[in-house]
């Protein structure tokens, strides 16, 4: 209740931000925005992270941002 419903992205569950970064190691996707390029146009991936094929994956800002500022340790 405390959070906009219309305004800004939703937030990403954590572990689904490691796993789309086990996946850039795994399969040696080049960049943070390859993979989500990657894992939006993959039905494999999708199943992995826990998304249906209508759902919108998180965007490769999302995930660079956390790595970035909030995971450091």
Same mark, same amino acid.
């Given at each position: 209740? /405390? &959070?906009?419903?219309?305004?800004? #992205? *939703?937030?990403?569950?954590? %572990? ?9 190691? /795994? &399969?040696g996707?080049?960049?943070? #925005? *390859?993979?989500?390029?990657? %894992? ?7 199943w992995?992270?826990? &998304? ?6 998180p965007?490769?800002?999302? %995930? ?10």
């Open positions: 209740p /405390l &959070y906009c419903e219309d305004n800004g #992205r *939703r937030s990403v569950d954590p %572990v689904v931000l490691f796993k789309m970064v086990l996946i850039q190691h /795994l &399969y996707l080049p960049s943070l #925005r *390859r993979t989500a390029g990657e %894992v939006s146009g993959s039905i494999y991936y999708r992995f992270l826990g &998304y249906t094929l209508q759902e919108e994956t965007h490769f800002s999302t %995930v660079s941002y956390n790595f970035r500022h909030r995971f450091t340790e």
